[in-house]
DNA sequence: TTGAAAGCGATACCAA
DNA sequence: TTGGTATCGCTTTCAA
């Protein structure tokens, strides 16, 4: 390879990786045989000697799907662009130890990044070792430590609280919640937005309106049923997620309540679909994709800044109580 | 690390890649000092040493939030268990020379594995270069050459066919069609059914019946406008994907049509989910996520199997036409 | 069953 | 602006 461009291998090195230092003539006649000879570097090579390993890693606990699908097409992009690829590693939050797995993953691998999402993004252990590793990390959506690293997040405690105010600002005195996947902070988050609003606007707590769910569908309909059951219903729901939030219309529309009329149904939206496929919902839009890409900035320009994206509340259909 | 175990780095070696030929007590011996010293080893030095990467890659034309989740929650599992990295590659259909990036991406990682989706999964030259390069592949849904390594789907055009005849059984005769995204194979595929269930049922082709999507459900919803705006609408509309099939159903809802009483609406459904979500939808059940974990066992096992599996038609609510 | 030595294919440092 | 050489941390091959 080297000889058929008459340099040495490590004139070729340079060529690679865009140094200075190469005459314009002898990089072109670099890149002339590389292209005749169809040559590829290896990545394995270039990781072992340049200490780098062209790879960052999204770290991630079995998310829903438009969140999964937001995440990696905001990534991507910017990957591409840099010349690394975008290992996913997903775990199971509740089979692993959390963050042990994580670590040795990270150990054995010498990432040039990582963008962690909760739960993992508030271990300290984690972080700690990326730390000392001098691995580059963006978290989204982190509740502790908030100024340690570059993070992205959304309010999602004002998020939940203006929510729940506007409903109550349209009426509702009896507001169900669906609570989010324990563990997560954004889930504690979004409770005391919407713990909040109850308590400045006077309303006293009924626990019997608040069910716990975990961030999928099927969760979020048997928090419906439980609600719609009660003998005395709420007269609208909030779950803290999309997916939840599906649950809920769906299972009031299977037990033929009318859908804002009788009943108002609000929810947190990753992708702005949900508002769109499912009508009659309220939605909290949290930009995922946005908030991606925004991680991917920050991590490959180096910066430890805390962004906070703005969201947007989108109505979609009347939604006064019954 | 060697020193500390008493052996040398060969028999170090051994341990971690778990060969024969150590005795127990030096394997209790190495194990032991791998914890006490936290040691992980390298993964870019065996993968250069080794001619092995401990990666494969998921290549997917930027798929859909659910299509995206089922392959990779139906992939992660064997992955992790076989101790090896999941690359997700994935591209924007239009803008690349389709196999050019992604051939330079596979000679440049020297992957274990790689899971093929349409429509590369369909590229010959891709085919070829893995095949010389020796690396397993597996590929999902596949058009042409089908006896060509390993691969798992279910049966397009049968399913698009079955689902076609039971809308005409029910007494529909004017039957809207939204056709997958150009350039894959299984658009062409389910469109091939349900053009022949029609012939078969001696129901003329009505050109205005067929739209063009494009796997979203932006491009459902504007191919649903465009056929419930017809001097004379289809009594049903079938979409071939499930994202499209939302979007349908959405505009049918927004111009007031009752589903499925006025009008019949099917699809395909990668989650089992849309069936559930958006009520009134009949649909093809097609496993992804079991498609996924198929793909993982063929292409770890080495087996150069062409699995076909069972899909499932499930049906919500009474469709007889208006 | 274990060890010694020779790579794997690049990068980094220092000379030229 | 270019080249030589040690080096990265393992696996492989062959010998013991």
């Known amino acids: 390879m080297s000889q058929r461009a008459g340099v040495s291998i490590k004139t070729v090195s340079r060529v690679i990786n865009n140094e200075r230092y190469v005459r314009p003539a002898t990089r072109a006649r670099v890149e002339e045989a590389m292209a005749a000879l169809g040559f590829q570097p290896s990545y394995a090579a270039r990781a072992l000697a340049g200490g780098k390993s062209f790879q960052i890693a999204l770290v991630c606990s079995n998310p829903g799907p438009y969140y999964l699908h937001g995440l990696i097409g905001g990534l991507r992009g910017r990957c591409a662009a840099e010349g690394v690829r975008l290992?996913?590693?997903a775990y199971e939050t509740?089979?692993?130890?959390?963050?042990?797995?994580v670590l040795s993953f990270f150990r054995q691998m010498n990432l040039d990044g990582a963008i962690l999402t909760p739960p993992?993004?508030?271990q300290p252990?984690?972080?700690?070792?990326?730390d000392r590793a001098g691995t580059p990390y963006v978290r989204i959506s982190p509740a502790a430590d908030l100024d340690r690293g570059a993070s992205v997040s959304i309010d999602?405690?004002?998020a939940a609280r203006m929510m729940t105010r506007r409903l109550i600002d349209m009426g509702h005195q009896r507001i169900g919640f669906v609570i989010g996947h324990k563990g997560f902070s954004v889930s504690e988050q979004r409770l005391e937005g919407y713990l909040d609003a109850l308590r400045e606007c006077g309303i006293a707590l009924d626990g019997s309106l608040l069910q716990q769910g975990e961030f999928s569908f099927q969760s979020g309909a048997a928090a419906a049923e439980e609600l719609?059951?009660?003998?005395r219903p709420p007269t609208a729901i909030f779950a803290s997620s999309d997916d939840m939030a599906a649950g809920v219309l769906s299972v009031a529309h299977r037990r033929g309540a009318k859908v804002p009329d009788q009943i108002a149904i609000a929810g947190f939206d990753d992708t702005d679909l949900a508002s769109l496929v499912w009508p009659g919902l309220t939605?909290?839009?949290q930009p995922i994709r946005a908030m991606a890409e925004r991680a991917a900035e920050l991590l490959f320009?180096?910066?430890?800044?805390?962004?906070?994206?703005?969201?947007?509340?989108?109505?979609?259909g009347s939604t006064g109580p019954a």
């Open 87 to 89: 290992i996913v590693h």
């Open 94 to 101: 509740e089979t692993e130890e959390l963050g042990e797995d």
């Open 120 to 122: 993992i993004a508030d």
């Open 125 to 130: 252990v984690v972080l700690d070792h990326l």
């Open 156 to 158: 999602n405690h004002g």
């Open 228 to 231: 719609l059951g009660l003998r």
């Open 283 to 285: 939605t909290v839009r």
């Open 301 to 316: 320009a180096g910066e430890q800044e805390r962004v906070v994206l703005p969201f947007e509340i989108i109505e979609r």
